[in-house]
T-cell receptor
């Protein structure tokens, strides 16, 4: 199938680290992405990783990729209340013309 | 400045009454996408234009059509909206130069469609 799966909810305290997990299906995906969606808004690209990388760091964001297990994670360090949003992972399906398949999204709630 | 602009932000239509949603972009991207997103679900690709070439997803109902009169604008037409078509509709653009492209998609803020 072409399901990208994420857990639906995550709750953390302000200042803690958040880790959002995702499993994908297409082992030939060349790129994987993390998008953020705030209430009533469109999706905003946070970061992406090329499939030949294991890790990518960008300020407070760290992406880890385990190709063997088809597992992608997003770690947000020092989580702030402004990070509360829905986070979507997506895979680029190169065998489907390069279209993106999104997971259901993980709703991150940051408590003060 | 917004680079992918969707109008209107909120649209209310009646059951069966045709409705058009619009999207414009200032990025000069060659690909434009329309997604449907229902509450607590993943965005679902309806179709996309690669330049002038229209690409429909296999499971997109015939009720949904699209037009791209020029590079900057793309429209989503729903010919006879049903209650099940109430959703957020997201437009996205990307610059794609081949299968190896990153396909980073830039999204508009969306149009929330209500069907009465």
């Amino acid at each position: 199938g072409e399901d990208v799966e994420q857990s639906l909810f995550l709750s953390v305290r302000e200042g803690d680290s958040s880790v959002i997990n995702c499993t994908y299906t297409d082992s030939s995906s060349t790129y994987l992405y993390w998008y953020k969606q705030e209430p009533g808004a469109g999706l905003q690209l946070l970061t992406y990783i090329f499939s030949n990388m294991d890790m990518k760091q960008d300020q407070r964001l760290t992406v880890l990729l385990n190709k063997k297990d088809k597992h992608l994670s997003l770690r947000i360090a020092d989580t702030q209340t402004g990070d509360s949003a829905i986070y979507f992972c997506a895979e680029k399906q190169d065998n489907q013309g390069g279209k993106l398949i999104f997971g259901q999204g993980t709703e991150l709630s940051v408590k003060p | 400045d917004a680079m992918v602009i969707q109008n209107p932000r909120y649209q209310v239509t009646q059951f069966g009454k045709p409705v058009t949603l619009s999207c414009s972009q200032t990025l000069n991207h060659n690909v434009m996408y329309w997604y449907q997103q229902k509450s607590s679900q993943a965005p679902k690709l309806l179709f996309h234009y690669y330049d002038k070439d229209f690409n429909n997803e296999a499971d997109t109902p015939d009720n949904f059509q699209s037009r791209r009169p020029n590079t900057s604008f793309c429209f989503l037409d729903i010919r006879s909206p049903g209650l099940g078509d109430a959703a957020m509709y997201l437009c996205a653009t990307s610059r794609v130069g081949g299968l190896a492209s990153k396909n980073i998609q830039y999204f508009g803020a969306g149009t929330r469609l209500s069907v009465l």
